[in-house]
């Protein structure tokens, strides 16, 4: 059963701390993703990863960086977390091509106060 | 660029009903994919249909249907005879070029006992 696992369900940080969200899949796949989910804007690109090491900027990546040292783990990083990142975070994998369907994790919920 | 719009941002159904979600795609390219996916409350987004732009065929599954105009740059989805199991967050997607899905904002669909 393929599977994107993803490290915490639920977490509430404070502002200003350095916050680490964690993804692995275990399909071999080279592209991932995070995505971020907020009522009536759908799901939002961050960032995604083509290849290790390899990063691109998707359509918010301010406020986020992240890091692929390994091919099946993919980490999102609050530099210093704001309240106005308490969101859902998605993050999917796929293979390459734009006809692969992207399998994504069962999100995680971050609340920052 | 590329844009997907789903106008319907909630909607209620009793069960038995037909319902159909909309699906408007915006790109310049002559190549992409479509893509449809469910979030149940779970939170977890799983694939439901994939479909190239040079097939315009409609697709059914059992109580799904699926109506892809290359006209009128839409990709509608209809559940018939609609069932509790079906509420759920429903998304579009398209993939035009690169490896980057664009998700639509999303349709919260209930349906109602």
Known sequence: DVKVTQSSRYLVKRTGEKVFLECVQDMDHENMFWYRQDPGLGLRLIYFSYDVKMKEKGDIPEGYSVSREKKERFSLILESASTNQTSMYLCASSLLGRSAEAFFGQGTRLTVV | ?113
Request: aromatic share 14%; charged share 20%; with cysteine.
């Open chain 2, 1 to 113: 660029a590329q844009k997907v719009t789903q106008a319907q941002t909630e909607i209620s159904v009793v069960e038995k009903e037909d319902v159909t979600l909309d699906c408007v795609y915006e790109t310049r390219d002559t190549t992409y994919y479509l893509f449809w996916y469910k979030q149940p409350p779970s939170g977890e987004l799983v694939f439901l249909i994939r479909r190239n732009s040079f097939d315009e065929q409609n697709e059914i599954s059992g109580r799904y249907s699926w109506n892809f105009q290359k006209s009128t740059s839409s990709f509608n989805f209809t559940i018939t005879a609609s069932q509790v199991v079906d509420s759920a967050v429903y998304f579009c997607a398209l993939n035009n070029a690169g490896n980057m899905l664009t998700f639509g904002g999303g349709t919260r669909l209930m349906v109602k006992p």
